[in-house]
């Protein structure tokens, strides 16, 4: 009896250990760089994203995928693999390893995208037309270079007549049949748990942390259990011994279907997306849903556990309208609501936070469907990526948004790392959209979301003292570059925000305070 109790706990220990970023020196944010080459991520992380603060990056997937040329690159060739080869859109194995070098030796983390549950498309065809030249035929499920054939795909577990998932609340359709006719992968056998088992270890010998595991919800949990229960330790170069890669699935769960995100929360953590999706709804003050109903924000509202969850506003798919949310989520596109918004999830304890790194497209929007939702980033006119230019004011160019150089946000995910493991503390609310709370005695946001002036005096819980605006501005050696928050010896602070504010919010921390 005992012998079996020490082996489930050492299993659980395993399991648990999956739900931890391995963020180092106190960083709390994952930032998407979605679509980033190589050559950029590894400069971002030495010039900006560690000086800054940003615990690790999450990389577009770096597996051999189709190309498509006609009428341009779409963005969603990288969720198309056609093999397990280091040569992407994003660059080659050789660029990858530098890129992953490069990160982690000033302490930012790498996180792939990985795509398990599927190849390329049924329509994919057959020749060269693969970011690494290599042959395939979709049309006969041939993928030498894995290698996979028909033996290795689920269509024989299919029961639908067109061989696609026809109903979401069919859960063996969700998991046995394709997903948008990609050919879906018998993740039961061991030839096909082996291969991805392989493919991640590689990656994880390279020295990444962990994985955003792309379509669980069209995987059977105990296959996925099987292909994680085979990962190597993490690289002990830049971790410490025993430590096992962080696991975050996709997994898109409003409720209403029968597969459930706890089914996963033994494997690691899960991507909330009722987060964004009813945080957008509030922001945007539809429905009646109003900020100051956000005082029991997280497992109140009925979202997973706090321990369990990666939380974000926007996400790739569902900021161009697909996945979860719909006309609710708020993207770059609504900057002064974006800003808000972020600031509300980075200031709040609940999850791990990952900031979206974008690239503006054509949107044409008709009956509310943006018809360009598939432009792939900024290209050359042979379709291969741009760099990511940096203009004089360090914002992005060449339509790179890089929202995570805004300040806004990139101040808020230093106000994380200043008040991270704090209590949630000092709520104040107008009963509208007028809203503050702390963080312990290290941290305050203050909002104005309501159709007038914000005019009061609240108690922060911090340290008497003056202290800089980190929203308006920064602090720079001893002044503020923007505004001043007078603190006095009771905690007390008065705040001053026009809801015609650009920015109509304020935050202080123990790091913003003027000697």
Known sequence: MKMKLLIFVALLGLSLAQHSPHTKHGRTSIVHLFEWRWADIAAECERYLAPNGYGGVQISPPNEHIVVSSPWRPWWERYQPIGYNLCSRSGNEQELQDMITRCNNVGVNIYVDAVINHMCGSGGGEGHHSSCGSY??????????????????????????????????????????????????????????????????????????????????????????????RMHNLNTHWFAGGSRPFIFQEVIDLGGEPIQSREYFGLGRVT???????????????????????????????????????????????????????????????????????????????????????????????????QNDWMGPPSFSNGSTKPVPINPDTTCGDGWVCEHRWRQIRNMVIFRNVVNGQPFSNWWDNQSNQIAFGRGNQGFLVINNDDWNLDVTLNTGLPAGTYCDVISGD?????????????????????????????????????????
Not at 158 to 187: P, W
Not at 279 to 292: A, D, F, P, T
Not at 308 to 326: E, L, M, P
Request: contains cysteine; positive net charge.
């Open 272 to 370: 909330e997306f009722k987060y964004g999706a009813r945080l957008g709804n509030i922001v945007r003050k539809w429905n009646g849903e109003k900020l100051s109903y956000l005082k029991n924000w997280g497992e109140g509202w009925g979202f997973m556990p706090n321990d369990k969850a990666v939380v974000f506003v926007d996400n790739h798919d569902n900021q161009r309208g697909h996945g979860a949310g719909g006309a609710a989520i708020v993207t770059f596109w609504d900057s002064r609501l974006y800003k808000m918004a972020m600031a509300l999830m980075l200031a709040h304890p609940y999850g791990v936070t990952r900031v979206m790194s974008s690239f503006r497209w054509d949107r044409r929007i008709v009956n509310g469907k943006d």
């Open 475 to 515: 602090k720079n050696e001893n002044r503020c570059t923007g505004k001043q928050v007078q603190v006095g010896g009771d905690g007390r602070a008065h705040f001053q925000i026009s809801n015609m504010a650009e920015d109509p919010f304020m935050a202080i921390h123990a790091e913003s305070k003027l000697c």
């Open 136 to 229: 395939f035929n979709a049309h006969k499920k041939d993928f030498p270079t894995v290698p996979y054939s028909a033996m290795d795909f689920n269509d024989g577990k299919c029961k639908t007549g067109s061989g696609n998932i026809e109903s979401y609340n069919d859960i063996n359709q969700v998991r046995d049949c394709r997903l948008v006719s990609l050919l879906d992968l018998a993740l039961e056998k061991e030839h096909v748990r082996a291969k991805t088992a392989d493919y991640m270890n590689k990656l994880i010998d390279m020295g990444v942390a962990g994985f955003r595991v792309d379509a669980c919800k069209h995987m059977w949990p105990g296959d996925m259990k099987a292909v994680f229960d």
